[in-house]
């Protein structure tokens, strides 16, 4: 049975646009299309669609309203479809927050290339949502506890700690930084999400964390305390500099269909960091950055993954863990605590 799908969407010309890009993939079907979020309510409980698609702006009810009231009284997964605008990335990391399963940008123009690609980020992202379980990314962080590194930051040296992750990410990398204190190596992050979203993902970020957090930019140089998120349709990848690292931003070509790709940063990370390096893969679907996990673990790394039972998609991290190069599996509240872990066995060698 195709996933049936709810439009929710007040402009007739992205209504017919969805409709049609959604309508191409077997594995999908429009069940309706709601011009507002009233109009969504009875459609929901008359249709009983399996995933909605919301706009954040929307007449008589914002989207983010509409959302919330939603996952109290129907849950059901949603991805929301946003303008690339600093107050629509804004709302749509809200929306994360309250329980949305991902967020799509709307093409920019009408290009055969573009909507391509937009065909293809809706149809998986609405795949993504049909399995993800709602339940399993915390709304809040588990502990807002700091753990503890190393006393001496010069025992810092040489260590690089990675993260990559995909749909639900947003929530999970919150998670594991929220718990990380100042003392801790740099930390690289690749989440898939489009521009304007990482700036303003790593803006939110940098407010709730101990650590100094920032979108990468090009040749910056990797300092203790301080995360750097990878720009949205960016590359990252780390040099080595002197006893340090430096961050690299490029648009080479899209690896595994993303830009950024974890596979890109964790490639690298193996590279510069070897034995330094503690790579984590995060909720996602797909399989971006298994190959490069197994680079990592081949150089003497520490590599954990998600388990199951907490992952919104279980997708990239089930398949980091069939290649077995994954040394530990953990809940996503124990994360933070294990890369920690890691951190003060290399700075005690």
Do not use: W
């Not at 049609?20 to 009233?38: C, S």
């Not at 996952?71 to 600093?86: A, D, G, I, Y």
């Not at 915390?138 to 190393?150: A, H």
């Not at 740099?186 to 650590?211: G, S, Y």
């Amino acid at each position: 049975m195709p996933t049936r799908v709810l439009i929710v969407e007040d402009s007739p010309v992205m209504q017919r646009l969805l409709a049609d890009l959604i309508g191409r993939d077997p594995g999908l079907e429009v069940a309706g299309v709601a011009g507002d979020p009233y109009e969504a309510r009875e459609l929901v409980k008359a249709l009983r669609p399996d995933v909605m698609t919301l706009d954040v702006e929307m007449p008589r009810m914002d989207g983010l309203t509409f959302l919330e009231r939603l996952m109290r009284l129907h849950p059901m997964p949603v991805v929301m479809v946003s303008s690339l605008t600093e107050r629509d990335a804004e709302a749509s990391l809200r929306a994360l927050e309250l329980g949305a399963v991902d967020v799509i940008a709307k093409p920019r123009g009408a290009d055969a290339h573009g909507l391509a690609e937009f065909a293809a980020s809706i149809a998986d992202s609405l795949h993504a949502a049909a399995r993800a379980e709602l339940g399993a990314a915390p709304r809040r962080p588990l502990s807002s506890r700091l753990l503890e590194g190393p006393a001496d930051r010069r025992l810092l040296e040489g260590q690089l700690i990675a993260i990559g992750a995909s749909t639900g990410g947003t929530e999970a990398i919150r998670e594991v930084l929220v718990r990380l204190p100042a003392n801790t190596p740099p930390v690289v992050i690749v989440q898939h999400m489009p521009e304007m979203f990482t700036r303003m993902f790593a803006k939110r970020l940098d407010e709730q964390c101990a650590l100094s957090v920032c979108e990468a930019v090009d040749l910056q140089r990797l300092e203790p305390g301080c995360a750097y998120v990878a720009p949205g349709n960016f590359h990252l990848s780390i040099k080595r500099a002197g006893k340090g690292f430096e961050a690299r931003v490029d648009q080479a070509p899209p690896v595994n269909r993303h830009r950024p790709s974890v596979d890109v940063l964790f490639n690298s990370v193996a590279a510069a960091a070897g034995k330094g390096a503690t790579a984590v893969i995060l909720t996602g679907m797909g399989g971006d950055g298994a190959a490069g996990l197994r680079r990592i673990k081949q150089a003497g790394g520490h590599t954990v993954a998600q388990d199951e039972a907490s992952c919104v998609v279980f997708g990239m991290p089930k398949t980091a863990i069939d290649t077995g190069c994954v040394d530990r599996v953990a809940p996503l509240g124990a994360i933070a605590e294990r890369v920690l872990a890691r951190v003060r066995e290399v700075s005690a060698q």
